[in-house]
């Protein structure tokens, strides 16, 4: 059995930020290993990014660093209208997504809502 500190050092770290109308509206990942559950980490946030981009009108701010195996997205304007409701939806998601990863994958996951 792997010990605690190898395990949160390869550890996968997400969190997930919710405005006041529990919309998501941000989410930051960052991730410590090379493992094949940070592929699919790093497939399902990719692809919730360009499915937002492509499949909404919804502003979306991004930052990454490919080398550090972070990435970063934001829905500045996430309120009340269609569009924004569509993309933190489409985040929502991606959520579901990386809690069946970190169901099957115990301890590689580590996500963390935060409520404005």
């Known amino acids: ?15 997930v930020f919710r405005n006041d109308k ?3 509206y941000r989410v930051v990942g960052q991730e410590h290993s090379q493992s094949f559950v940070c592929a699919a980490v790093s497939a399902l946030m990719i692809n919730a990014y360009n499915s937002v981009k492509a499949l909404t009108q919804a502003e979306v701010v991004e930052e990454h660093n490919e080398e550090g195996g972070f990435l970063d997205f934001t829905l500045p304007d996430v309120r009340d209208g269609a569009e ?5 939806l489409l985040l929502e998601s ?6 069946g990863v ?10 963390e809502e935060i409520n404005k």
């Not at 059995?1 to 969190?15: E, F």
């Not at 991606?94 to 809690?99: A, H, K, M, V």
């Not at 970190?102 to 996500?111: K, L, M, P, R």
């Open 94 to 99: 991606l959520l579901l997504g990386l809690r």
């Open 84 to 88: 924004e409701r569509d993309a933190a």
């Open 102 to 111: 970190a169901n099957e994958y115990e301890g590689s996951v580590c996500i």
């Open 1 to 15: 059995m792997a010990s605690p500190n190898k395990i949160k050092k390869n550890r996968i770290q997400i969190r």
């Open 22 to 24: 529990g919309f998501v």
